[in-house]
């Protein structure tokens, strides 16, 4: 198991709504095209997972460390299929004035609405071959829950981070 941490980024926009930031992976790699969290694999110069979280954050979208307030840590979720054991932490932000986007990772970032998130509109499930090493290859499709995010579906380890979060966030847990 590979052990990964991602941030989770929210803010109150300038309109007064609850953000959540999301990117959409680059068509390459493992997890490409996916909607997900900005974050990775731990480095041998991260002394914590924490600092995992901030360092990707930052490469991939140009948030700033300074700019990160931690709320909590996450409960821990693994892949299942990809094998990954990831850490992800809520934090709320100050957005830069222009995503700094590394464009061999990310093809774009989303700024979601939360209450957009908590619609039972926004939620679907379909039957789908997951992606898996060759020895894992799942034979049947898997059913697999997801939010819509325009055209977009989010689902995975993102779903499943973001699925009880979204009433918590939207009961205001975290007050500002």
């Known amino acids: 198991m590979q052990v990964a941490a991602v941030l989770v980024p929210i803010y109150r926009s300038a309109d007064g709504e609850l953000r959540l930031v999301l990117v959409r992976r680059t068509d390459r790699g493992l997890h490409g095209g996916q909607i997900a969290f900005p974050g990775g694999k731990s480095a041998p110069e991260d002394r914590t ?8 954050a930052h490469e991939e979208i140009g948030i700033r460390k300074s700019s990160v307030k931690i709320l909590e840590h996450l409960p821990v979720i693994e892949t299942r299929t990809t094998g990954f054991r990831i850490h992800p932490f ?3 932000i100050v957005p830069p004035k222009e995503w700094h986007v590394e464009k061999e990772e990310v093809a774009e970032v989303l700024e ?3 209450r957009e998130l908590a619609d039972p509109q926004a939620h679907g499930e379909e039957m789908r071959y997951l992606p898996a090493p060759s020895a894992l290859q799942h034979k049947e499709p898997q059913r697999v829950s997801f939010y819509r995010i325009g055209s977009h579906k989010l689902w995975g380890a993102t779903y ?3 699925r009880p979060l979204i009433p918590r966030l939207v009961a205001g847990e975290w007050p500002e």
């Open 49 to 56: 997972l924490l600092e995992t979280a901030l360092r990707e």
């Open 160 to 162: 499943r981070i973001l």
């Open 90 to 92: 809520l934090a709320r």
């Open 112 to 114: 979601v609405r939360v």
